[in-house]
């Protein structure tokens, strides 16, 4: 099931229309191709997203850049060619605090959804074990194992696809944004953020975002201010 | 690290040490950074061992790690290699770190000054307190337009204690655009116990003059409690601390002199002039360099002009941070000079107007420029002589970093499935816990009924007793039992002789025997079945 849910992702000709625009030389229809074919949260495409951020770094805006590579990143968190060029965008940026960290360690190297698949196929084998252990008259320790495992990884990348989902990467884009103490554009002002300054959102109210960066410090901006790394 | 960047795309490889902090308490611990700047086409070392670092004897060094990365300025690379060291203070005193000395594989040497570090005695948390959280502006009394510090401290010896900081609103006061509020965490070693601290620094613009007094801050102290589950967790006691309300007076500006720059701070300023000989027509680099504790936001410099020249602003670069003691900002500006006639240039001295708080007056910064001896411009002849054939090739630089390119076709990512893996796995693990839940299901079955067999074997005489039939016969029948039951193997003439009477109420004639059902009843209560 879910391998026909993939196969019914696949991209066509989105990508290889647009880095034929890109070829030629039309940077900003290469931008509106792929920018067109992103999807939502669910049909977000690593590929689409690495190619807008690259895009975007040959346009010279450093902060849209890094959103979508760091949309790539937690992808394809393995794909050299992202993290390359998200250091060569963040290069760019003067000081801006550190970038907001990853929900867990274990993003940086596995996707929620390709734990949940690990978590999917143990569960199955796991299954499968014990069916056939109880019709050949088998021990049920093996298969008992693997369900738990299988059951334990795949709750692990729920939570971790929650967590992206509820609490996503922003950066900063056009220009400086006000961190104010409330939800308000009449709230105190705590810090000014730079472009291209990574946070992670906490939650949203009423056109607003509550935001925490590298630094650990917290505070409301306007939702236009910054892109979300989906 | 800007400026040590830019340097060092335009110049050759630069090695610096950096040290945070420069002043520590005896026990507490820092950090040593030697950082090793290759700008393009410039040598690089010859070794990634880390260099050695020459320390003093109340200083201990010990190497922890290192990393490389890639800056970029105006569109060039440099690789930027980062050597990391712990430093512990041992004893008292002023101490030197470094110089740093590096071979480059062309042969040449770079190197770095050495850094003073100063150990200062170990601080006394007031009567061994287990927390301890203060709070306050680095003066009491500031000038309009100052920056000024607003330190917050905590201090525990409780283990793994920490503090989450809400500050005041800072009415009248306005946070710097450059130089971040900076933050540390150290831990001094103490023979009662660790001590830990956690202090940060934001830097504040005074804007409003008067009274300026802050609320307190707040520091939500966490403290682990309790030995830690089985997952690692321990459970965490949340307390509220308050510091003392900050004080601060902002007295207003006396009226300004003419020319007053609008910077308030104690200020240096450096000037220097790249040549004192040129042609007419060609550019002076006048270099302007001002450091200063106050916030140089949205400077810029005077105009300036001079006889027989043309004066141009060419760029300037405006940083600042935070140090351990001290906000510290750095402007650097560079005007060209363009000679218009020949003969001796003599640029007026340059005059900028500041206010000292530490004076409490208009202070002016004055410096000379030099003498410039200014020649007529040669005139060429106007022709190009070629030697090559055709263009040259471009020359490519090997440390020029390129970005990697699109991709052109692939897959789409796998989705997450955080909605429906709960769905998911319930589908796939169905199989699997139907047949546990089976087994189960039988186990306890078969639990059940040997309970069950087991409980009607163990019905004591005496609750058989108590539930006898009314039926004569069936009675009868059961006292039977129960005799034969409590039976003693050997000779038992008692029992023999109600067995005969049992037997014979029962099968032969069928007479009465008024007391024989009591007596069989006494005789098994007495027999200790019961």
């Known amino acids: ?230 | 690290m800007v400026a040590l960047v830019a340097s060092a795309v335009a110049l050759a490889t630069q090695v610096q040490l950096r040290v945070e902090p420069k002043q520590l308490a005896q026990g507490q611990t820092g950090t040593a950074q030697v950082l090793v700047v290759t700008g393009r086409g410039s040598p690089r070392t010859n070794s990634s061992q880390p260099p050695t670092l020459p320390v003093g004897d109340g200083l201990q060094i010990s190497y922890s790690g290192q990393a490389q990365r890639y800056h970029s300025v105006n569109g060039r690379v440099t690789l930027i290699h980062q050597f990391d060291y712990r430093i512990a203070a041992l004893r008292e005193g002023s101490w030197q770190l470094g110089p740093v000395e590096l071979p480059l594989i062309d042969g040449s040497t770079v190197s770095a000054d050495a850094v003073e570090i100063v150990v200062r005695p170990r601080p006394e948390l007031g009567a061994r307190q287990e927390v301890h959280v203060e709070a306050g502006f680095s003066e009491e009394t500031a000038w309009e337009g100052q920056v000024v510090l607003y330190r917050y401290r905590f201090e525990s010896t409780l283990p793994g204690a920490s503090a989450k900081w809400r500050l005041p609103a800072f009415d009248g006061l306005r946070a710097t655009q450059q130089g971040q509020p900076a933050q540390s965490a150290y831990v001094i070693d103490d023979p009662e116990g660790a001590i830990h601290i956690q202090e940060g620094v934001v830097p504040l613009i005074a804007t409003g003059t008067g009274r300026r007094d802050q609320g307190v801050a707040i520091a939500t102290v966490k403290t682990p409690m309790g030995r830690p589950d089985p997952f690692g967790f321990r459970r965490v006691r949340s307390e509220p601390w308050v510091t003392d309300p900050a004080v601060l007076t902002v007295e207003p500006l006396p009226p300004a002199p003419d020319g007053f720059s609008g910077l308030v701070g104690d200020f240096v300023l450096l000037s220097d002039v790249d040549r004192e000989r040129a042609v007419v027509g060609q550019s002076i680099t006048w270099t302007l360099r001002i450091r200063g504790d106050g916030s140089l936001e949205g400077f810029s410099l005077p105009p300036y002009e001079t006889p027989m020249a043309s004066v141009y602003e060419n760029d300037a670069q405006v940083s600042a941070r935070v140090e351990s003691d001290a906000y510290a900002a750095t402007a650097t500006f560079r005007r060209v000079l363009v000679p218009t006639e020949e003969g001796e240039l003599r640029p007026p001295p340059f005059e900028l107007v500041t206010f000292s708080p530490t004076a409490g007056a208009y202070e002016t910064h004055r410096v000379e420029l030099p003498t410039i001896t200014v020649e007529p411009g040669r005139e060429g002849v106007g022709e190009v002589t070629s030697f090559s054939s055709g263009l040259p090739a471009p020359i490519v630089d090997p440390t020029e970093l390129a970005p990697r390119p699109v991709v052109t076709s692939g897959m789409a990512s796998i989705p997450p499935l955080d909605r429906f893996m709960p769905l998911f796995l319930g589908l796939v693990a169905a199989p699997g816990v139907g047949v546990i839940g089976v087994e189960l299901l039988l186990g306890l079955l078969t639990l059940y009924r040997r309970r069950r067999s087991e409980r009607v074997v163990q019905i004591t005489p005496s609750e058989r007793i108590r539930a006898l039939p009314a039926d004569p016969d069936e009675r009868l029948a059961i006292l039977d039992e129960l005799l034969r039951a409590v039976q003693i193997p050997g000779p038992d003439p008692e029992l023999d002789a109600l067995l005969r009477r049992l037997q014979r109420v029962r099968f032969g004639a069928g007479e009465p025997d008024p007391g024989l059902e009591a007596a069989i009843i006494e005789v098994v209560r007495q027999r200790g079945v019961t």
């Not at chain 1, 290469?30 to 669910?42: H, M, Q, V």
């Not at chain 1, 734990?115 to 014990?130: E, H, I, K, Q």
């Not at chain 1, 291209?196 to 906490?202: D, K, L, N, Q, S």
């Open chain 1, 1 to 230: 099931m879910i391998g026909l849910w993939w196969a019914g992702l696949a991209l066509g000709g989105v990508v290889s229309d647009g880095a034929a625009a890109l070829e030629e030389g039309h940077l900003d229809e290469a931008i509106e191709i792929w920018s067109a074919a992103r999807g939502g949260r669910l049909r977000a495409s690593g590929i689409i997203e690495y190619n807008l951020g690259t895009a975007w770094y040959r346009k010279g805006d450093w902060p849209r850049a890094i959103a979508h590579l760091r949309a790539a990143a937690r992808l394809r968190p393995r794909d050299g060619a992202i993290h390359h060029n998200l250091a060569l965008a963040r290069a760019e940026l003067g000081a801006v605090p550190p970038p907001a960290a990853l929900p867990a360690a274990w993003m940086a190297v596995l996707t929620p959804g390709e734990l949940g698949v690990l978590g999917l196929l143990l569960t199955s084998l796991g299954s499968v074990v014990l069916v056939g252990g109880r019709l050949a008259g088998r021990g049920r320790a093996p298969g008992l194992g693997l369900l738990a495992v299988g059951l334990v990884v795949g709750g692990i990348s729920s939570w971790g696809g929650a967590q992206l989902a509820w609490h996503p990467i922003g950066v900063i884009v056009d220009g400086e944004a006000i961190l104010r103490d409330a939800a308000s554009v009449n709230a105190g002002e705590r810090l000014r953020l730079k472009p291209g300054t990574e946070v992670r959102i906490e939650r949203s109210y009423g056109g607003f975002l509550l935001v925490i960066d590298g630094r650990d410090r917290r505070g409301w901006l306007t939702e236009s201010a910054a892109a979300v790394a989906w």
